[in-house]
């Protein structure tokens, strides 16, 4: 009888903990962002990771640990890093490790656009309603604002660049921050958890990055987290990116619909 690998207890257990460990560094890297001391511990800590992996078929697992060793690394970079570029990057420079050591096809277990159907179609509608009422309270209730390193950018430059910027950020930022939290870190978890809890260690992360960024604060790690919950259920509905990503920048566009434009009228 062949024996699958994921059902040794110590796979399981091993593949588990590197995929628990991976959501908390990947939800550290925004707030921590540039931080020499922990670069180097996160450097550490992928070595031993991947080490403790050789064995293993964890091709999901390996790439995550590739990716977010890399998004402190190129965090680093004074500009480069600054979101999304330096994201991006290590996206980048994973997918071509991962086509390199031969594991890059399993990328199509989530690279893809997924099921469509009508229920799918609800809930996408559902959840860009919600996350345009929820940014607007966060708006009006709790004065969010964009970043300071934003700001400053929105107010340096002519309204018509600003505005142009801001909208490709949205489609942008949507991809990225997609493909690393409901792509690369989501799938090994799906792999060793049980969808639903997959999906609420996940999102508690994916709240957890917003602390700097928007929403932001405690407030905004709450807002970013249950919104979270409702892409990481699309992702798995849908078998596929494409309608966490149009819910994603639905979101996106209103923050800059909200955000930018008193700062084009100081």
Known sequence: MTVNRQDIPGVTVRGRIVSVALLALGAMQ?????????????????ILLSWWLRSDDASEAKDAIVLVALLYIVGLVPGVGLWPIG??????????????????????????????DGPTWVTMGAVAAVSIVALLLWQSVFNGQLPETYRALAESVPAPVAVAGALGFAIVNGAIEDSIFFGLLLTPMLRYFPPRWAVVLTALAFGLAHFHGVPNGV??????????????????????????????VAADATIVAVLIPPLLTN
Request: no cysteine; hydrophobic share 55%.
């Open 87 to 116: 994201p991006a990057i290590a996206i980048t420079i994973t997918a071509i490790v991962s086509w390199r050591t031969g594991r890059l096809a399993r990328w199509r277990e989530w690279l893809r656009v997924g099921r469509f």
């Open 30 to 46: 925004p707030v921590v962002v540039g931080s020499l001391p922990f670069a180097v511990m996160v450097a550490g800590v992928a």
């Open 219 to 248: 407030v905004g790690v709450l807002l970013a987290g249950t919104w979270a919950l409702m892409l990481g259920y699309l992702r798995t509905r849908t078998g596929g990116m494409l309608a966490t990503y149009l819910a994603h």
